[in-house]
């Protein structure tokens, strides 16, 4: 209590002594930045203060003077010492200062990094490259972490048949497929980045963000739902980023946030605001990683009640031309089903007001990057590819399935499902981390249906009559009808 008393007095004292202390130095004139002795730039500062109402002149050239007495300007210094009068007039009042300073001229170093041999093979990424999580393998190729960009160095550690092991970080590695890589020359370390600014902003059709980089680093992309977050884990980086700028006009996220995970691993955390996601794009543009984040289509986000009306779905229509897919009992070929189909699926989509883009309208072989691309182009809210599957038991009916690769698609490949079943076919299940590539862009949704099984006499007969296949689509567009309803409502 004693203590406080004291303090309280002391305040109380200097605020009455405050204005006395002010205005007598106010009366002098002090420079208060300047009076440097040596320099190393030529652009030099002088700033001072003198009672209010003064002349100012600084190697006799008049300086403003503000209302508070401060004034400034700023000197181009040369080579050696330059001499600086300061003097401040005031009616019959004529104060000056005058001091040196020294102007070093220091040579500008080329900077020569430290010379870094590293022992091991280094491999670099080109168009296309992809992570597996393992060395496995099934019919559609193995498990895949995500796509890279190209241009990604990192440490070669093992290498199998056509894949080469890779270290993304200390303490995690993956596979690339070797086609998708090149060696670099030998003795090149792998990068490591300290992470820089980053900037949130809304691109138009999409949010953006950008984080610098001083390297193109590996990076791993993660979904978590609930809330639902997109997650990018950088290898070989550590935060150095101690400015965020977020506009305040974002549409698909809400916020960032980033984690160090490990003392090489640094995440960027992307909170979204809407629980359905429209594909997102993970690149590079130099060395800072670019990440974009769909809005909602403008169509559902405007629209009074839920509808197909202006979205814009890529349908796909598997195989074609020389890949027949599977071929029935009695000789008919998956391909002429699907395009058959795919053409049900557009006037129904149509009719509902939506627009459709085809992959092929023919009977002609399309390369699946081919079929990515066009939708890429054609700019696709969603994307259905229609298939029929095949194997199992001849003499039961196999029925009707839906796949997806994302975990955020799954309620869309839920929704189609059920539509699905409401025919009288079985139920073979809503598959997911589903290898098929046309499952695996994230620019926009996927789903493919597989409807009834080739090599099952039952589904035979069903998939065999066309009133059959343009009911199976009708359930399609329905099932896509729903899903705009929760995306809509908001909630899965
Ligand atoms: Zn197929």
Redesign the pocket.
């Known amino acids: 209590m004693k203590t406080n008393l004291k303090l309280l007095l002391t305040i109380l004292l200097t605020l009455v002594l405050l204005p006395f202390a002010y205005s007598q130095s106010n009366n002098n004139l002090r420079v208060v930045r300047g009076k440097t002795d040596t320099v190393t730039t030529s652009n030099h500062f002088v700033v001072g203060v003198a009672a209010p109402g003064s002349n100012i002149y600084i190697n006799d050239q008049p300086v403003k003077q503000y209302s508070t007495g401060s004034f400034g300007t700023e000197l181009i210094l040369r080579e050696g010492d330059n001499p600086i009068t300061v003097r401040a007039t005031l009616g019959a009042t004529d104060v000056s200062e005058s001091f040196t300073v020294f102007f070093k001229k220091v040579p500008i170093l080329p900077r020569v990094d430290p010379i870094t041999f590293f022992p091991k093979l280094v491999v670099k990424t080109k168009k296309g490259a992809y992570l597996n999580y393992g060395a496995g393998e099934d019919r559609l190729g193995g498990a895949k972490i995500n796509f890279l960009a190209e241009g990604i160095k990192m440490e070669l550690i093992d290498s199998t048949k056509n894949l080469y092991k890779v270290k993304l970080s200390e303490n995690s590695y993956a596979f690339i497929p070797k086609q998708f890589t090149e060696k670099v020359a030998f003795g090149v370390a792998p990068p490591y980045s300290l992470t820089s600014s980053w900037s949130v902003s809304n691109a138009g059709k999409a949010d953006r963000v950008r984080v610098s980089l001083e390297n193109r680093q590996p990076y791993t992309i993660h979904r978590e739902l609930d809330p639902n977050k997109l997650i990018i884990d950088i290898h070989g980086a550590a935060c150095n980023s101690n400015w965020i700028t977020q506009y305040l006009d974002l549409k698909a996220i809400d916020y960032v946030h980033l984690q160090q995970r490990a003392s090489d691993v640094f995440s960027v955390i992307i909170k979204l605001k809407e629980a359905f996601s429209w594909g997102y794009t993970v690149d590079y543009v130099g060395n800072s990683l670019d990440i974009t984040i769909k809005h909602t289509p403008e169509a559902i986000a405007i629209a009074a009640k839920p509808s197909l009306k202006g979205l814009v779905f890529g349908v796909d229509a598997?195989?074609g031309g020389s890949a027949s897919?599977?071929v029935s009992p009695s000789g008919i070929k998956?391909?002429d089903l699907?395009l058959d189909m795919v053409f049900m699926l557009k006037e129904e989509l149509e009719k509902r007001g939506a627009r459709v883009v085809l992959s092929r309208s023919e009977d002609v072989d399309v390369a699946m990057q081919e079929r990515l691309d066009i939708f890429k182009r054609e700019n696709i809210d969603l994307m259905v590819s229609i298939?029929?599957?095949?194997g199992g038991n001849p003499l039961k009916p196999m029925g009707t399935s839906t796949y997806y690769r994302h975990i955020e698609y799954r309620t869309l490949a839920e929704v189609i499902l059920r539509r699905l079943l409401e025919l009288d076919v079985t139920n073979f299940g809503l598959v997911g981390n589903f290898n098929f590539s046309l499952n695996a862009p994230i620019e926009f949704p996927t789903v493919l249906v597989?409807t009834l099984f080739m090599s099952s006499l039952p589904d035979e007969v069903l998939i065999a009559d066309p009133a059959f296949r343009k009911e199976m689509m009708v359930r399609v567009a329905k099932g896509l009808e729903d899903y705009v309803k929760l995306v809509k409502k908001g909630s899965r």
């Open positions: 598997g195989h897919g599977a998956e391909k699907n298939h029929c599957n095949a597989e």
